[in-house]
């Protein structure tokens, strides 16, 4: 199946469950101190309205820089609101500024596999207007946070994430999959309300209504978005 197909598939068969869900309040914004890279606290809110509103993120990781785009566009072209490109994709960096600058104020635009502040620095500058990591990193969730930019950190386990969440991640990756999958976030979710949990690894366009059903705030779509077999066979349109 080709890969705008797959994507307009799976808004439809989220479309019931991802009506605007209120996001989580008690994050502390920080006041405009003037730092390279600040963002309003009105972006920041904007962002975080984004994700409460869409539940849904299409994140996209490619072997080749060719194929990058045409898989991006097809999954925006699909329906996608949010998207994700992640660092380990060849031009990463240049492919997110580009889209961007097209969809600017109609598709949110982030970055994944950040593993530093460096990382972060590189791609707000070319343009993400949130930061994911793959695993709680402090100093990358901090220095966001300082400049009123989202994080969402990947995180395993209740403690990673409630440690994300005290300093200063809004939303909260789980990653990778947990055994359970939608129940577990159910479990965690029902003890720990202030949690905002993004699943992403284990979810497909069968279990993400589930996962939402279940309490979590959005989903990330991976792999079962993004085909591996179609993206190299460059099976893109309907």
């Not at 390279?36 to 606290?41: G, H, I, L, P, V």
């Amino acid at each position: 199946m080709a890969l705008r197909q797959v994507t307009a598939r799976s808004i439809s068969s989220l479309s019931s469950v991802t009506s605007s869900r209120s996001r989580t309040t008690g994050i502390i914004r920080s006041f405009s101190s003037g730092l390279d890279r600040e963002k309003s606290a009105e972006n920041y809110d904007q962002v975080l309205d984004k994700f409460a509103q869409i539940r849904a993120c299409a994140v996209l990781r490619t072997a080749t820089s060719d194929a990058c785009p045409k898989a991006m566009q097809a999954a925006i072209d699909g329906g996608f609101k949010i998207v994700e490109f992640t660092l380990t994709t060849p031009d990463c960096l240049q492919h997110l500024s580009d889209f961007r600058a097209k969809y600017d104020g109609d598709v949110l635009v982030g970055c994944g596999t950040i593993l530093t502040t460096e990382d972060a620095e590189n791609a707000v500058d070319a343009g993400s207007e949130f930061i994911i990591t793959p695993v709680m990193l402090p100093d990358v969730i901090e220095w966001c946070k300082e400049r009123n930019i989202v994080c969402v950190p990947g995180c395993q386990t209740p403690t990673e994430l409630v440690n994300a969440y005290r300093h200063g991640a809004p939303l909260q990756k789980l990653f990778p999959g947990v055994a359970g999958g939608p129940m577990w976030v159910k479990a965690v979710s029902s003890a720990l309300p202030f949690l905002s949990i993004n699943p992403t690894s284990g979810v497909d366009l069968d279990n993400a209504g589930d996962f939402l059903k279940m309490g979590a705030a959005s989903v990330g779509l991976v792999a079962p978005l993004f085909d591996p077999a179609a993206i190299a066979n460059g099976d893109f349109d309907t």
